[in-house]
């Protein structure tokens, strides 16, 4: 067997002279829960039951139980989007949800504004039309009726 240097023993070295060297340094056996059950039972038995005394289910599961009821109590028409967003993720809390309606009810609040401005506009600009007391239409009367006008008005008053 040849002597080498250990200036000479790089890693390109090692894969062109003993590839299946590397190959099986390279492989790392795979770890599941299963291979250390077999191979550390002890070590998985410790990690189970302080699991099992670190984690108390039931007053997690008390406390989702109370987020829900109170985003349920926030329940009202037009927020059902939000509502049910935020009882399927639990990251939500009720202050989120009620920072959302509020946000929900400005922009509609907001949306009503602007609509009924804009038919403000409109009633008023139709109104315009209906003040010169001919329903809006443009004054086209000849001079004979402007004149059968002006006598009607007189006889109203009592003029002559």
């Known amino acids: 067997m040849p002597m080498y240097k250990d200036t000479d023993i790089t890693a390109q070295f090692m ?7 590397v190959a099986e340094l390279q492989t790392e056996p795979e770890v599941t829960a299963e291979s250390l059950r077999v191979s550390h039972p002890e ?20 406390a ?3 987020r829900v ?6 329940s009202k028409p037009g927020a059902e989007a939000i509502i049910d967003a935020a009882l399927g993720d639990t990251s939500v809390s009720v202050n989120d949800v009620k920072v959302s309606l509020y946000d929900h009810d400005e922009n509609t609040r907001a949306d009503s504004h602007a609509s009924h401005k804009k038919d403000g506009e409109k009633l008023a600009d139709d ?7 001919n329903d809006g239409e443009a004054e086209t009367k000849t001079p004979a009726q402007k004149a059968h006008a002006l006598a009607m008005k007189k006889t109203k008053k009592g003029e002559k």
């Not at 070590?43 to 039931?58: K, L, M, Q, Y």
């Not at 009821?69 to 926030?74: E, F, G, Q």
């Open 69 to 74: 009821m109170a985003i349920s109590a926030l």
């Open 127 to 133: 109104l315009k039309g209906l003040a010169n007391g």
């Open 43 to 62: 070590i998985v038995a410790g990690f189970v039951a302080e699991g099992e005394t670190s984690v108390d289910a039931s007053a997690a599961v008390e």
């Open 64 to 66: 989702e139980r109370a």
């Open 15 to 21: 894969q062109e002279t003993f590839p299946a060297v």
